[in-house]
């Protein structure tokens, strides 16, 4: 579906599915699914480890980067924001489309603001109907 982002499929407990995101140079999540439910995220740097000593994906430890740990927040928000029971496809397309508008991380500028950093941070809130970019600051 998008030529800038690779999918990786894990199944540690037989049943249940563990993907592992790469998105351009940019990102790496991992995205922990239940059933056909989107569980749980977890995004790192695209330099960081995302396995861990047993060569398994490690799905608990956040990112050392500050960006990266506040883009796992917004998914986590995401995830309840694009919560379809009936519809868990369109779930999985809608989150993967949001996560996607992260590729331009550290060269989009906040849409209220204009700037690209503020606190050191670029802007790390995505829009869930737009995909435009803000400080956590200036969403609101």
Known sequence: MFPDMTIELFRPNGTSAVLLVTLGK???AIVVMRSLFIDRTVVRG?????YNEDR????????????FQKVTDHATTALLHYQLPQMPDVVVRSFMTWLRSYIKLFQSSCQR???????????TWRDFRTLEAFH???RM
């Open 26 to 28: 940019v990102l790496k």
């Open 46 to 50: 695209f330099n960081e480890n995302v």
């Open 56 to 67: 398994k994906l490690d799905i608990w430890t956040k990112s050392q980067y500050q960006v």
């Open 113 to 123: 603001c204009g700037r690209f950093l503020q606190d050191g941070l670029p802007p």
């Open 136 to 138: 956590d600051t200036c």
